[in-house]
């Protein structure tokens, strides 16, 4: 299968320089020789927010671990902040859809375990101050001593924007951040999550299967398509900012995800 | 959108209760007592039948006497304690060897892919045969004194700690690696930060396991290798069919086996803190 060529490339981010740039990155496995990633281009502009949405096992989770420099890609280059990936970088901030706090630490001794893991103890005891911050930017304020255990899903996740945070980051990779939320929930944290972006400027990339959540977060939607995994159509998504979950229900709204969702079905389902 | 108008045609309440059994309401020492009791009449009542012959069962009276006849001896410090402080001891030493065998030989096999290849199949071959068979290859080798004992005990209780351990060390999900590789963690971070702590609760039912494994290696190699311990208290009592002396001694026995078991809950329950100790929460109450 041939599939679509070549997209013209939209970059999301509009204004600032380049953080992330990906060119024609593959990922094939030797075993049955599986192409996991075909030639994905993707540019991440400072500020910007883009989604990746395709169905499961698309590719989307091998795309974000070579962007996390988890596993290496098999062709392409991956640059970040100007600097080629080919490991870990501390100036990448990850979160999954489990928070995965550790229950025999107290909520900010979790925030602040990337900085004890990369400069010790003492280090991390000077970051309190900042992970209280943090703490009150999610409004998980007076919750810095509670454990794990006490706090509901939602809260989780919280705290997990916190340990991504506390790193300060050039970018955030989010991997389906609130999938494991209630819908309630979880439209609630989306909103939660675009206030925080926008505070802090952050570069933010998602990968979702949910198209109203790329939609009413990001600035570019990526449609992927599985078997070879690449992207088959770019969408720039034109709403004024901050989004509200009222936009959900605007006529502008419904036709991106109509529109997204056409692709999705033909890239997809064939 | 109109309000659900509830004062037309009040009805009564539907309150119902759910039905609740008799055990549900019966306090759970009561429900205990009652089954001893009536295991005590049961077995007064086939004693005092002439059923079984009293050398063979004696009654639950004449057992009574000898456990305070026993427990006598031991707080009186006679021949009694010295043989307990000796299987005290087997047991205290081999559990301290299992340990420490058991928690690096775990890590070795959970953490590195040589250990995981190449040890665990031969320790799980090990782990099928009889362990007690090899009682006299430990006589032989380690002479009829206490070591010997401690041998045995260490090395029935070593695999329940290795099994645990390592088992614990798989339990870490993908996120978890995920994360700590990330945060660029070294092995040794990941190690100590996190599988470690999240293996605490399997390597704790291991170590309950091993308190079980430690007191049966100790007592089975003082019935075959005689020595000074409890174990061989025991045998000779038996020896001379002294069948309440025997009920006795294994009473005592296992209060240092429960003593041992509950030292290990008591340790998980610290330790562990953010979790409910499984088998021994079970057991618990």
């Not at chain 1, 979790?110 to 280090?123: F, K, M, S, T, Y």
């Not at chain 2, 040890?119 to 206490?146: C, E, N, Q, R, S």
């Not at chain 2, 329940?160 to 351990?165: A, C, D, E, Q, S």
């Not at chain 2, 025997?246 to 953010?274: C, D, H, N, P, Q």
């Amino acid at each position: 299968m041939t599939a679509v060529h070549r997209i013209t490339e939209a970059t999301a981010g509009h204004h600032g320089r380049p953080v992330y740039e990906l060119r024609g990155v593959t990922k094939s496995y030797a075993r049955g020789n599986l192409k996991a990633l075909d030639r994905v281009d993707l540019t991440l502009n400072e500020g910007g927010f883009a989604s990746v949405i395709g169905p499961s096992g698309c590719g989307k989770t091998t795309l974000l671990k070579i962007m996390a420099g988890l596993v290496p890609p098999t062709g392409g280059s991956v640059y970040l902040q100007g600097t080629p990936v080919t490991g870990t970088r501390r100036d990448i901030g990850m979160m999954f859809q489990h928070a995965t706090l550790f229950p025999w630490r107290t909520t900010i001794e979790n925030i602040v375990l990337p900085i004890e893991i990369r400069d010790g103890r003492a280090a991390a005891k000077a970051k309190h101050a900042d992970a209280l911050a943090l703490l009150d930017l999610v409004g998980l304020k007076g919750f810095e001593h509670r454990r794990p255990g006490d706090l509901s899903g939602g809260m989780a996740q919280r705290a997990a924007i916190c340990r991504m945070l506390i790193t300060e980051p050039a970018v955030l990779l989010l991997d389906e951040p609130f999938s494991a939320l209630d819908e309630l929930s979880r439209d609630f944290m989306n909103m939660e999550l675009q206030r925080i972006c926008m505070e802090r400027q952050a570069t933010a990339f998602l990968i979702t299967h949910s198209i109203p959540e790329a939609v009413i977060l990001s600035d570019v939607v990526y449609v992927m398509s599985p078997r070879p995994g690449t992207f088959v159509e770019t969408v720039e998504i034109d709403l004024p900012r901050p989004r509200t979950l009222d936009m959900m229900t605007d006529r502008k709204f419904g036709e991106y995800v109509r529109h997204i969702r056409t692709h999705l079905d033909k890239g997809a389902f064939l | 959108m109109t309000a659900v108008d509830n004062s037309q045609g009040a009805r009564p309440d539907t309150v119902w209760s759910e039905p609740v059994t008799f055990m549900d309401r019966l306090p759970r020492w009561i429900g205990m007592t009652g089954l001893m009791v009536a295991f005590l009449l049961t077995w007064q009542v086939i004693h005092l039948s002439g059923l079984v012959s009293p050398i063979i069962l004696p009654g639950p009276w004449e057992t009574a006497q000898d456990i305070a006849f026993v427990g006598q001896n031991l707080l009186t410090g006679g021949y009694m304690l010295t043989a307990f402080w000796i299987t005290f001891k087997e047991v205290i030493f081999g559990y301290a060897i299992a340990l420490t065998i058991g928690f690096s030989l775990g890590i070795i096999v959970g953490e590195f892919a040589f250990g995981e290849r190449a040890v665990l199949p031969y320790l799980v071959a090990i782990d099928t045969m009889p362990k007690v068979a090899f009682a006299p290859i430990f006589l032989a080798w380690l002479g009829f004194g206490i070591s010997s004992k401690v041998a045995l005990a260490a090395f029935i209780a070593t695999f329940p700690i290795v099994v645990g351990t390592a088992a614990g060390l798989h339990a870490s999900d993908e996120h978890a690696r995920a994360l700590f590789k990330t945060m660029g963690a070294t092995r040794l971070q990941t190690l100590i930060k996190m599988k470690l702590p999240l293996a605490l609760p399997q390597m704790f039912t291991g170590l309950k396991i091993a308190a079980v494994g430690v007191m049966a290696g100790a007592i089975t190699g003082e019935f075959l290798g005689g020595g000074k311990g409890f174990g061989e208290l025991i045998r000779v009592a038996a020896s001379q069919l002294n069948t309440p002396r025997v009920f006795s001694l294994i009473i005592y026995l296992s209060l240092l086996g429960l003593a041992l078991f509950w030292t290990v809950v008591w340790v998980e329950r610290r330790l562990v803190f953010w979790q409910k100790s499984s088998a021994g929460g079970g057991m618990a109450q």
